[in-house]
């Protein structure tokens, strides 16, 4: 079975645009999660989604924001990108959303603000 | 306090030696509990999770899991050089929210 699967790998823009990051979560799974990994740092929680619904939120600007779409995919936008915002984005997906599950990465994107 | 807290090392450990990684954590509401392994440039892959006070075994692997201390330590038994990454403890807090939250992972070495 093919994993969570993420576009593009990488990215390179400049300060003040905006990006658009996609996710695919493994087949089955309902539920997708964002995340920004900073060099040195473990991932920072930004969106849970289930089931289209926004499920939790992380102490991110209201410049990001995502969506889940009928088919479970999921895009994260980041808009007027700040030099801080270079990181790899990482997308998790699980079965459901409740105690016990369990999240799987896909292999991240990698955003270069310049 | 941060609410996860990792040794960021190094850690560096002979080849076939007992590699051990703790973790703790703040909030006693916690009842999900996860390793993840990351090699430099990759995503992080799941080790183990547990859920439940004491030992759980997965081959080399061992985590235990201690509410009462709020702690979480992973140890690797005969340790291979494909081992060496960075380790990633997690941590899921409330019911119906996927929310992880990590500490800022160790740096594991073995030394052929």
């Known amino acids: 079975d093919a994993g969570v699967t993420q576009s593009p790998t990488h990215l390179i823009k400049t300060r003040g645009q905006q990006v658009t990051l996609r996710c695919s979560p493994i087949s089955g799974h309902k539920s997708v999660s964002w995340y920004q990994q900073v060099l040195g740092q473990g991932p920072q929680f930004i969106f849970q989604y289930y089931e289209k619904e926004e499920r939790g939120r992380g102490n991110f600007p209201d410049r990001f924001s995502a969506r889940q779409f009928p088919n479970y995919s999921s895009e994260l936008n980041v808009n007027a990108l700040l030099l801080g915002d270079s990181a790899l984005y990482l997308c998790?997906?699980?079965?459901?959303?409740?105690?016990?599950?369990?999240?799987?990465f896909g292999p991240g994107t990698r955003l270069t603000v310049l | 306090q941060k609410e996860v807290e990792q040794n960021s090392g190094p850690l560096s450990v002979p080849e076939g030696a007992i590699a051990s990684l703790n973790c703790t954590y703040s909030?006693?509401?916690?009842?999900?509990f996860f390793w993840y392994r990351q090699y430099s440039g990759k995503s992080p892959e799941l080790i183990m999770s547990i859920y439940s006070n004491g030992d759980k075994e997965d081959g080399r692997f061992t985590a235990q899991l201690n509410k009462a201390s709020q702690y979480v330590s992973l140890l690797i038994r005969d340790s291979q050089p494909s081992d060496s990454a960075t380790y990633l403890c997690?941590?899921?807090?409330?019911?119906?929210?996927?929310?992880?939250?990590f500490g800022t992972g160790t740096r594991l070495t073995i030394i052929p």
């Open positions: 998790a997906s699980s079965r459901t959303s409740g105690e016990g599950d369990t999240q799987y």
């Open positions: 909030d006693r509401g916690s009842q999900s």
């Open positions: 997690a941590v899921k807090s409330n019911f119906g929210n996927e929310k992880l939250t």
